[in-house]
């Protein structure tokens, strides 16, 4: 019997991961195409790709069970994609070439932002991030 109420619960969340997948795969392309820097919008094309492999991880797991992956809906995904519009994604980010990075960050600067956040797009390119704002 307890075998049998994990098992339900574990199909159940990943019913869940399903979902929130699936969400995601309707939602990045709209990210995408919303976002005007070049960077941001690969980087949301990347990450379409990345989620469709999961979904289709998520099937074959799904039917190795043979289970259907449907019949749930993740609250959560569809909460977080109503809440976050595409223009307060654009609106936090820096990207593109340095001089619009710079051109951004000074935005934040000027709304008041004290201590902005970066991250550059590869690990390698920590230091030039530094020595661009160190200028």
Known sequence: MQSNLLQKLYIDELRDLYSAENQLVKAL???????????LRGGFEEHLEQTK????????????????????????????IKAIPDSYVEGMTASGTPDEVKKRVQQYRDAGVKIPLLRPAAAH?????LDLFAQ
């Not at 392309?29 to 960077?39: Q, T, V």
């Not at 390119?125 to 991030?129: A, D, E, K």
């Open 29 to 39: 392309p709209k990210m995408a195409k919303a976002a005007s820097a070049s960077g």
């Open 125 to 129: 390119q920590t230091q030039r991030l």
């Open 53 to 80: 492999e999961h979904v289709a991880r998520l099937e074959k797991i799904f039917q190795d069970l043979d289970e259907s992956p449907k019949g749930k809906t993740c609250k959560g995904m569809e909460g977080l």
